[in-house]
């Protein structure tokens, strides 16, 4: 029985967030693989990228007055848990498609589930957001689920 | 070696070669700028020590899991790509930190070309901080 979890907020499941557009560079591809360390030279120049990129892609691009005095942008697709302290999250992505300097790609998030657990010490809410990329043809190029816990 | 006999010769047990990581300041920075990461415990070391109560600047999660990737990636080269991969956050690491990626063949189907890798990132005391499991597959036609 869900003690945190009230029927409002799990109303929220399926709640999702405008689809997103972003044009992808080599710039900024060559940006991403310097600052990742890669060794492979199709990703340093910038020829496709990295099976991480889409992270910097799709990162939130807020106003200044946007980020919590802590620098962090709050995510307008969750709604306010009773717990906040966020503890180590998982991510899992399938791959369809690699991802080349001019694609223009489409992400859509959607909050899929939220849900309770009891912890050695106390009650943790678990969340999950799953990402959608196409690209204009509306072909997959990955999915990701990144799954969060507050304690 | 040829892809198809590559395949053949993996077998579960087998290691990747490990890589070590040694990320400071200023790869942390072009980390996060490249993502617009503006979340202080990257950058601000007052702050994630006295505010935060870290021990020092926190190495960002995703970037574990880009190095995750990697191993992946160079390990396959070009016979095959990768289809999947999970991995988890377990334990925070900090700059000035040495951490290892590394990983083992858990499965393979040498008629789909399909392999299972246990993956992770180990600190200096040879902890597990980020494990994961990835998937590739082998061009195998």
Known sequence: MSKLLTSDLLANIGRSAPPREELV?????RKYSVATDQRLEKFLAGDEAPPMFHVALFWDVVELNELTPDGVSVDS???????????AGGLRIDYHKAIYPGD???????????????????????????????????????TQKT????? | MSKLARIKSIKPGDVLPEREFEPDNVQLFLYNSALWNAHRIHFDHPYATEV?????????????GDWLTQSVIEWLGDDGK???IEYSNRQASY??????????????EQDTGTVELEMYIKNEADEVITPGVAVVRFAVT
């Not at chain 1, 657990?117 to 196409?134: A, D, R």
């Open chain 1, 25 to 29: 560079t080599r710039r900024d591809i």
């Open chain 1, 77 to 87: 697709l969750l709604p306010k848990f009773p717990l906040e302290r966020a503890m």
């Open chain 1, 104 to 142: 223009v790609l489409v992400s859509t998030r959607v909050l899929t589930d939220i849900y309770e657990k009891q912890g050695s010490q106390g009650p943790l809410i678990f969340y999950e957001v799953t990402m959608e990329v196409e690209n204009p043809s509306g072909e997959p190029v990955l």
């Open chain 2, 82 to 84: 990768l289809a999947s």
């Open chain 2, 95 to 108: 700059i000035g930190e040495t951490l290892r990626s590394g990983g083992k063949v858990l499965s393979s």
């Open chain 1, 147 to 151: 799954t969060r816990i507050l304690r």
């Open chain 2, 52 to 64: 935060e109560g870290y021990p020092g600047l926190v190495i960002a999660g995703p970037l574990l």
